[in-house]
């Protein structure tokens, strides 16, 4: 590499807002983005980039969850993306990427039963298996 991973330049990393638009566009294949895993089918499509969505908006709300945590529309790995799912992350990529209008942002995650963590939510992490976290 030719820079520090620790300090990535902007230019060369896509966040998941900017690949969501990309893909809506037809700019980008919805199956460049996600995880090959060597054993198992992958986590990659539309509602991977959904989901990396959901966790920045939950971020920027104060929110912390893991990567492999899942709630809302489009969770759980079903790999399924309805029109209106869609529309929803349409919302969602306008307030994840470059200049973040937090107001906004809140706005959108207070809002939205579908996008706001519950409680509870899905952990899917691999070395686990699916478990339910109750998160504080």
């Keep these: 590499m ?8 902007r230019n060369r990393f896509l966040v998941a807002g900017k690949a ?3 893909i809506r566009a037809h700019d980008a294949d919805p199956k460049t983005f996600g995880l090959r895993l060597p054993e198992e089918e992958g986590m990659f499509g539309e509602w991977f980039v959904a989901h990396d969505m959901r966790i920045d908006l939950a971020a920027l709300n104060k929110v912390e969850t893991l990567l492999w945590d899942t709630w809302g529309a489009g969770a759980g790995g079903d790999r399924k993306m ?3 799912t ?8 306008l307030v994840v990427c470059d200049d973040v209008p937090f107001d906004a942002a809140r706005k959108l995650f207070a809002e939205n039963e579908e996008l706001r963590t519950p409680k509870t939510v899905l ?5 686990n298996g699916p478990s339910e976290v109750t998160l504080r």
């Design 2 to 9: 030719d820079f520090d991973p620790m300090d990535v330049p």
């Design 20 to 22: 969501w638009q990309a």
């Design 82 to 84: 309805t029109d209106a």
């Design 86 to 93: 869609r529309e929803l992350y349409d919302q969602v990529s």
């Design 123 to 127: 952990s899917l992490a691999p070395f």
